[in-house]
C-alpha cells in the first residue's frame, strides 16, 4: 500500500494485552525502519470510544488505521471509519479473535508489517443489528463477523473477563460443553427478504454470518464478506446428543447431511422468538429481546485483509 502522508495510527487499550505484551512497541519500531510515523490513540472506557478515536484519525490524516485488540475494539474501527475513506488493519490482541481468524490476520508484527506495506485495501461489508429490548429501548450495532443467539451463544459472550485472561479459549471450551447439556432450544419465526422467504423452525442456536474462520468454515461453506448477503445459520438439535451427532457432522465437514442443519442467505432478516433472547454481537453480549432485524451494509469499510 502506497502511504500519501507516511502516516499510520493505531487505536489500543492501553491497559488490554497488546499494550503489556509490547506489541504497539514492536509496531513502532518496525514502522519507523520504513519511514512512516505511528500515531498512537488510547482508548477508554467510555462507550464509543474507539469508534470516536478512529473518525479523528481519520480526520487527523492517518493514510491507515490499526485496530489492535479484540473483536470489539475492530468492530468500533471499522464503525468509525465507515464514510471516511481510509482503511483499516487488524493486529490481533483479544481472546476470540474472531474477526483475526476469519481473515488471517498475522499475530506476529514484523509479517503484519510486511501484509499493510504490500497489501491492497479490500471492501468489506458489515452487518447492521435492530432491535428493541425488554424495556422498549432501541438498539442499533454494527459487526462484522457474527452475531449469535441461544445459550451456546451465551456461553461464549458471558466468559468471565478474569478467567479469559488466566485460562483463554479453554473457558469457551468449558462453558459451550456445559451448555450442549442443558441448551434450551428457542422456537425462531424467520422473514427473509421482505418476507420473500418465512421460516418457522426451533433451535439451539442460531447464528448470523458475515464472515467464519477457516476452522468453521463448514458451518456456512462460501460464506462471504463481501457479497452483500448475510449467512443465516440453525442449529436445529434440541438436545445433547442431538448436538453431538450435528458435532460429528461439523468434524466430518458436512453439516449440509445433518436433519439438524437449516442455512439461509439474505439481504435482510426480521427474527422473531417465542421468549426473550440475547444478541451476541462478535462475542459481546447484547440485550434481552423478542424481535430483532438484520441488514447488510455492502462494501461499508476498507480492510487489508491479504
Request: charged share 20%.
Amino acid at each position: 500500500m502506497k502511504f500519501a502522508n507516511k502516516r499510520i495510527a493505531v487505536i489500543f487499550n492501553p491497559k488490554g494485552g497488546s499494550a503489556k505484551g509490547g506489541l504497539i512497541d514492536q509496531l513502532k519500531a518496525e514502522l519507523l525502519a520504513l519511514g512512516v510515523t505511528l500515531v498512537q490513540y488510547t482508548t477508554t472506557p467510555a462507550p464509543g470510544s474507539a469508534r470516536e478515536l478512529a473518525t479523528r484519525a481519520a480526520a487527523d490524516g492517518a493514510d491507515l488505521v490499526v485496530a489492535c485488540g479484540g473483536d470489539g475494539t475492530v468492530c468500533q474501527v471499522a464503525e468509525g471509519l465507515m464514510e471516511t475513506g481510509v482503511p483499516m488493519a487488524v493486529l490481533p490482541g483479544g481472546t476470540g479473535n474472531l474477526f483475526a481468524r476469519a481473515f488471517n490476520a498475522p499475530p506476529d508484527v514484523p509479517q503484519f508489517v510486511q501484509r499493510i506495506v504490500a497489501g491492497q485495501p479490500q471492501p468489506l461489508d458489515m452487518t447492521l443489528l435492530t432491535y428493541r429490548d425488554l424495556e422498549g429501548r432501541q438498539h442499533e450495532q454494527l459487526y462484522l463477523v457474527a452475531m449469535g443467539l441461544g445459550n451456546i451463544s451465551d456461553a461464549i459472550s458471558f466468559a468471565s473477563p478474569e478467567m479469559k485472561r488466566r485460562f483463554g479459549k479453554l473457558v469457551y471450551v468449558v462453558r459451550v460443553l456445559k451448555a450442549c447439556f442443558s441448551p434450551g432450544p428457542v422456537k425462531y419465526k424467520l422473514s427473509a427478504d421482505n418476507g420473500a422467504y418465512v421460516v418457522d423452525t426451533e433451535a439451539s442456536a442460531m447464528f448470523a454470518l458475515n464472515a467464519v474462520p477457516p476452522s468453521m468454515a463448514t458451518l456456512s461453506r462460501g460464506c462471504n464478506a463481501s457479497d452483500g448477503l448475510v449467512d443465516l445459520v440453525a442449529v436445529r438439535a434440541t438436545g445433547f446428543f442431538g448436538l453431538l451427532r450435528f458435532s460429528l457432522r461439523m468434524a466430518s465437514g458436512r453439516p449440509d447431511l445433518s436433519p439438524h442443519y437449516l442455512r439461509m442467505r439474505a439481504r435482510s432478516v426480521r427474527i422473531e422468538t417465542n421468549r426473550p433472547v440475547c444478541p451476541n454481537i462478535d462475542g459481546d453480549p447484547g440485550h434481552k429481546t423478542q424481535s430483532m432485524e438484520i441488514c447488510t451494509l455492502p462494501q461499508a469499510v476498507k480492510v487489508i485483509v491479504s
